[in-house]
């Protein structure tokens, strides 16, 4: 079975330019969550849909937005990029929602650079 | 004051070793603990799941102290693919159905020859 896939794998962007990451679940899992990580840090949390809907948003400006689609496939766009914004972009699918943690199956990331 | 935090290392360590890699975290109120295992530029992947009566897994050990809010990873034998960055990572109160993971900064291992 086909896990996390994300695209690009790699980007390059300069300064004030808009990006769109995108990311397919693993086949059955309705839940998309989006980490950002800076090197030499952990994973940030920045975002999570389940069934098209945001059910959590972490401490990120109003440049970074996401949806989900029918498909239970994700989007995350950032606009007005910053250097700081140079990282890799996590995406991390589950089975739904719960109170007890459902396992979080991450992706390889795509590596964003703004120059 | 950080919500996770460990030691970042890096910890050098021959093969055969035991070594132990510890975290803290600030919310008494936290509801799940984990470590994940990222190694150079990949993502991360789920380790082993922590409870306070101690897990096992071969010849990894994880312990969980809720009263000094205090994790633990005890890794025996150390082998070369161990070699890693292990990453503590707690669920926030609220946070359980959003599914949203608080990590550290991680604990970057080498197990030499």
């Known amino acids: 079975d086909a896990g996390v896939t994300q695209s690009p794998t790699h980007l390059i962007k300069t300064r004030g330019q808009q990006v769109t990451l995108r990311c397919s679940p693993i086949?059955?899992?309705?839940?998309v969550s989006w980490y950002q990580q800076v090197l030499g840090q952990g994973p940030q949390f920045i975002f999570q849909y389940y069934e098209k809907e945001e059910r959590g948003r972490g401490n990120f400006p109003d440049r970074f937005s996401a949806r989900q689609f029918p498909n239970y496939s994700s989007e995350l766009n950032v606009n007005a990029l910053l250097l700081g914004d140079s990282a890799l972009y996590l995406c991390?699918?589950?089975?739904?929602?719960?109170?007890?943690?459902?396992?979080?199956?991450f992706g390889p990331g795509t590596r964003l650079t703004v120059l | 004051r950080k919500e996770v935090e460990q030691d970042p290392g890096p910890f050098n360590v021959p093969e055969g070793a035991t070594v132990a890699f510890n975290c803290t975290y600030s919310?008494?109120?936290?509801?799940?603990f984990f470590w994940y295992r990222q190694d150079c530029r990949k993502e991360p992947k789920l380790l082993m799941s922590v409870y306070s009566s101690g897990n096992e897994d071969g010849r990894f050990t994880a312990q969980l102290n809720r009263a000094s809010q205090y994790i633990s990873l005890l890794i025996r034998d150390s082998k070369l693919s161990d070699s890693a960055t292990y990453l503590c990572?707690?669920?926030?109160?609220?946070?359980?159905?959003?599914?949203?993971?608080?990590f550290g900064t991680g604990t970057r291992l080498q197990v030499t020859l």
């Open positions: 919310n008494s109120a936290s509801q799940s």
């Open positions: 990572v707690v669920t926030l109160p609220g946070d359980g159905t959003a599914s949203k993971l608080t």
């Open positions: 086949s059955g899992h309705k839940s």
């Open positions: 991390a699918s589950s089975t739904g929602l719960a109170i007890t943690y459902n396992e979080q199956f």
